[in-house]
């Protein structure tokens, strides 16, 4: 079992700007996608961007203009870039890092692993 590893989380003033760094470099496996959640007290864990390992990305509407999601493949880290940010964007964001491989039996195995969560918060 593997866990990313995040970094880069804090206080900022609303309109502020974050960068957010995730490492997978413990998995033996390729990824196929990374992605950026979040989870804001009293909430349930939502979607906010993926991207997969040809570069394709997905953002929820809520952040679609402000929040930029970038790999690299090699190394296997995702980062978030956050900007404008607003106090709604207040959460623990866990970074997600998924993928398969096929066992020595041929078997599709698929594997997703989650951090431990960073915390972001913006203040008004």
């Known amino acids: 079992q593997v866990q990313p590893v995040e970094s880069g989380g804090g206080l900022v003033q609303a309109g502020g700007s974050l960068r957010l760094s995730c490492s997978a470099s413990?998995?033996?496996?390729?990824?196929?996608?990374m992605g950026w959640y979040r989870q804001a007290p009293g909430k349930q864990r939502e979607l906010v961007a993926t991207?997969?390992?040809?570069?394709?990305?997905n953002y929820a509407d809520s952040v679609k203009g402000r929040f930029t999601i970038s790999r690299d493949n090699s190394k296997k880290t995702v980062d978030l870039h956050m900007n404008s940010l607003k106090p709604e964007d207040t959460a623990v964001y866990y970074c997600?890092?998924?993928?398969?491989?096929?066992?020595?039996?041929?078997?599709?195995?698929?594997?997703?692993?989650w951090g431990q969560g960073t915390q972001v918060t913006v203040s008004s």
């Open positions: 413990g998995s033996i496996f390729a990824i196929n996608v």
């Open positions: 991207i997969s390992a040809s570069g394709s990305t």
């Open positions: 997600n890092a998924g993928g398969f491989y096929w066992d020595s039996f041929f078997r599709k195995r698929e594997f997703d692993y």
